[in-house]
């Protein structure tokens, strides 16, 4: 749902992809002051649109489109090129550290209530959740420090290859500015504009977020509360299912394992019902009983022994559940990154209270 692509690598890392050197052109140099989109005929035409349809004072557009700051670094970050992702072993230690597991217990014990209501509400475990805002921010450490109107206008405005796809979020980001009643030139995000503890765009703040700490509002940068139960909210509305898990350990016979592979792309297979991998010598090492009959995909896990060898790798049956999570990023790294890590709080939390991981 967040485009993070801050560098070639650092795209990777997020799984997402970065666009090729030829995207866009550079931006006229006169037009890199300090302002001047507010002069500009195609932001004239923007803040037409928005005057039309949805009532905004074309003063004040102007007055804040005015303020706005051109960001080349985010124009060059988007132009980088592909790079290959990296392995499993290169990629997930960074979300695994004893810091990140520890920050993922206290965040769950500084706001247990709302995810055990969120848990109730949505099906979701608490894991889950701190798992996600683990990830995605350290519980809310690293947030970003571009002005979310600056990051969004450069895109809108600056990029051309997905111009029309960041026009939208800027819209939504307007929108949401008023609705929630704060100042759009003060907010801080990520280079592509998602912002608060939950890293969500806009968009999907004004189509998913809700008000869970019960004050009136919205705020995903200082309610902790409030972003637990929107991407409680989001992960649901995009089919989380109640009660079933995410991996199971996979089996393959070793007559079959070659063929298995090769169903391999990316390190993700297509999804399958249970019984087609069965046939072909593959079995879930556990199985939730019932068990969901939605079709289940084979993931492979890049990992390194001790002697160095590269070419092991960490099978697992992937559930529905695992596919839900990478709505949330479409990596595959990432869902397995969210996945490990919330086990590890799930059994960092349990130990701490003394009760058997569940």
Do not use: C
Request: charged share 25%.
């Amino acid at each position: 749902m967040r485009y993070r692509l801050l560098a070639a690598f650092a795209a990777a890392l997020a799984g997402v992809t970065a666009f090729p050197s030829d995207a866009a052109p550079r931006r006229p140099s006169a037009v890199q002051s300090a302002s001047g989109y507010e002069q500009r005929a195609d932001v004239r035409a923007f803040i037409d649109e928005l005057v039309r349809d949805h009532g905004f004072s074309r003063k004040t557009l102007t007055r804040w489109f005015r303020d706005v700051r051109y960001q080349p670094k985010i124009v060059e970050a988007m132009e980088r090129p592909i790079v290959a992702p990296p392995k499993w072993f290169e990629y997930a230690p960074q979300f695994l550290t004893a810091a990140r597991i520890d920050g993922g217990v206290a965040f769950w014990q500084a706001h247990a209530d709302a995810l055990a209501r969120a848990e109730r509400d949505f099906g979701v475990p608490p894991e889950i959740i701190v798992a996600i805002v683990g990830v995605e921010t350290f519980y809310g450490r690293n947030v970003g420090s571009y002005r979310v109107i600056d990051a969004l206008t450069t895109l809108a405005f600056d990029y051309p290859r997905r111009a029309a796809f960041f026009r939208g979020e800027l819209r939504q980001f307007l929108l949401l500015a008023r609705e929630e009643k704060f100042s759009p030139l003060v907010p801080k995000g990520s280079f592509a504009g998602a912002f608060g503890v939950a890293q969500f765009m806009p968009g999907s703040v004004r189509a998913y977020a809700i008000d869970y700490d019960g004050d009136g509002r919205i705020d995903l940068w200082q309610s902790g509360d409030d972003a637990v139960g929107s991407i409680a909210n989001y992960l649901a509305r995009h089919d989380w299912l109640r009660g079933q898990p995410i991996w199971s350990k996979a089996m393959i016979a070793s007559s079959q394992r070659e063929a298995v592979l090769r169903r391999l792309d990316g390190g993700l297979s297509e999804r399958r019902p249970l019984e087609a991998w069965n046939a072909d010598g593959v079995a879930a090492e556990r199985l939730p009983d019932p068990m969901s009959p939605e079709p289940v995909g084979l993931l492979a896990l890049e990992t390194a022994d001790a002697d160095g060898d590269t070419d092991a790798q960490d099978l697992r049956i992937v559930f529905p559940n695992f596919y839900v999570i990478t709505r949330y990023n479409k990596s595959r790294l990432y869902a397995s990154a969210v996945t490990s890590l919330a086990e590890a709080i799930r059994a960092q939390h349990d130990s701490r209270r003394g009760s058997a991981p569940r």
